[in-house]
């Protein structure tokens, strides 16, 4: 089992920047892949990004790329995203995934086998 617990969310003005930040416990989190999803209000929870097991490879949805940067540091058991010239439509939910498997770049939801609870993300015009 994996425990996932999010942090970093809030309210910001529009062109702000956020870090959200994931700490994983109960598995070795150098091998898991690590994602980003948001759930936007009345919308269905998308993929954001994802990074490979030692950050060497990232993907990222064409609405957030150049916007948003992924990163972990395997030492913390945490995954990091730097949220830049957020826009009101970034407002969301966002929750951070973890798949145990292969060393690839999960992109689908039904991939991940874990999810934390989700931190809240108000970009204001």
């Known amino acids: 089992q994996v425990q996932l617990v999010e942090s970093g969310g809030g309210l910001v003005q529009a062109g702000a920047s956020l870090r959200l930040s994931c700490a994983a416990s109960g598995r070795t989190f150098s091998s898991l892949t690590m994602g980003w999803f948001r759930q936007g209000p009345g919308k269905e929870r998308e993929f954001v990004t994802a990074i490979s097991w030692y950050g060497g490879s990232t993907y990222y949805s064409d609405s957030v790329k150049g916007r948003f940067t992924i990163s972990r540091d395997n030492a913390k058991n945490t995954v990091y995203l730097q949220m830049n010239s957020l826009e009101p439509e970034d407002t969301a939910v966002y929750y951070c995934?973890?798949?145990?498997?292969?060393?690839?770049?999960?992109?689908?939801?039904?991939?991940?086998?874990?999810w934390g609870q989700g931190t809240q993300v108000t970009v204001s015009s």
């Open positions: 995934a973890a798949q145990g498997g292969r060393n690839i770049l999960y992109r689908r939801r039904e991939e991940y086998d874990y």
